[in-house]
């Protein structure tokens, strides 16, 4: 796994070169956030859960906004029976209680926080990094007009040559249980990633991993934790079978700052400053459109400002918030 090759983020931009995958990282800057357990269990199962890596005050107010984007009511479950506004062309999600806000001020909080920064740069090992443009998931009970039996896949082409090198991440927004549901994979089938591809017919799914025989394991987590993994971890999201609680996220990840490429970093920043979502089979958006009518434009920091590409990486010393 020493070939080069290139990270690619969750809208299929292209970012620097790097010349090794993530588990085969030979650290050169201190750990900031992950203990050496941390490192070694991520290098070894592709997932690490950073707890509390965002305050509690941000994690209940952002709750509270995902409650009142979506036109749902946390203490009626009566108001949580509706189907989404627009289905998803990435089939498998719908259903999943995706929730189509990606520049809210809450987010970028979230985004812009140091811990969550510090872990990425331990992730990366390196400062320079770019943040994913995402949005929030608000999963209630999948009974009734919502059908949604959960899934297992792969963001990343497992057929690529060689295999690309990514990284994504969910935070918390509410304590999860197998009930209630939430972040599920197959630790086991990365671990042994490589050699299970080699065993596998040349006609198969490359970002499905079918039945493999690997347990799939789910991750429970509590509110304010950062869950990373590695987009060669097959994951997904386990259903709510819960009668009256819902499953509450934000999905943050961080990837190699693609400064040099111009285009990717103005449409980054156009969707900040118009309050518009990403491009892409995964992401419909609100026809609403409340983003752009409701709230007003982020402030960023001068960390959030280098994390979106507003600012280069280059210019003066990395900031520390």
């Known amino acids: 796994m020493k070939n080069a090759t290139l990270t690619v983020d969750h809208e299929g931009n292209q970012s620097n070169v790097v010349d090794v995958q993530l588990r085969d990282i030979q650290k050169k800057l201190p750990l900031r956030v992950l203990s050496e357990a941390d490192w070694k269990y991520w290098t070894k199962w592709g997932h690490v859960i950073v707890p509390k890596a965002v305050p509690r005050e941000n994690v209940e107010r952002l709750r509270r906004l995902l409650w009142e984007f979506d036109e749902m009511d946390p203490d009626d479950p009566s108001t949580w029976n509706r189907t989404e506004r627009r289905p998803h062309q990435m089939t498998e999600l719908n259903g999943s209680g995706m929730v189509e806000i990606y520049n809210h001020q809450y987010l970028w909080d979230n985004r812009q926080y140091p811990r969550v920064y510090g872990a990425y740069v331990d992730i990366w090992d390196r400062e320079d990094l770019w943040v994913t443009i995402d949005r929030a998931n608000l999963n209630t009970p999948n009974s009734r007009v ?176």
């Open 146 to 321: 919502r059908h949604f039996a959960g899934f297992i896949h792969w963001d990343a082409d497992t057929a690529a040559e060689p295999l690309p090198v990514n990284v994504q991440g969910v935070l918390a927004l509410s304590d999860t249980d197998p009930e209630v549901g939430g972040f599920q994979c197959v630790p086991a089938l990365f671990n042994t990633l490589e050699a299970w591809i080699a065993r596998q017919p040349p006609d198969r799914d490359p970002f499905k991993p079918g039945k493999t025989g690997f347990e799939t394991k789910f991750v429970p987590m509590k509110a304010g934790d950062l869950l990373i993994f590695n987009s060669l971890l097959a994951h997904g999201i386990r259903p709510n079978t819960s009668r009256d609680r819902a499953r509450i996220a934000q999905y943050i990840s961080m990837y190699p700052a693609g400064e040099g490429n111009a285009e990717v970093r103005e449409r980054r920043i156009r969707l900040w400053r118009e309050r518009d979502h990403p491009v892409g089979v995964a992401f419909p958006g609100d026809p609403r459109e409340w983003e752009k009518r409701r709230y007003p434009r982020a402030a960023l920091t001068a960390l959030g400002e280098r994390l979106l590409g507003l600012h280069s990486w280059k210019e003066n010393s990395p900031p520390t918030s």
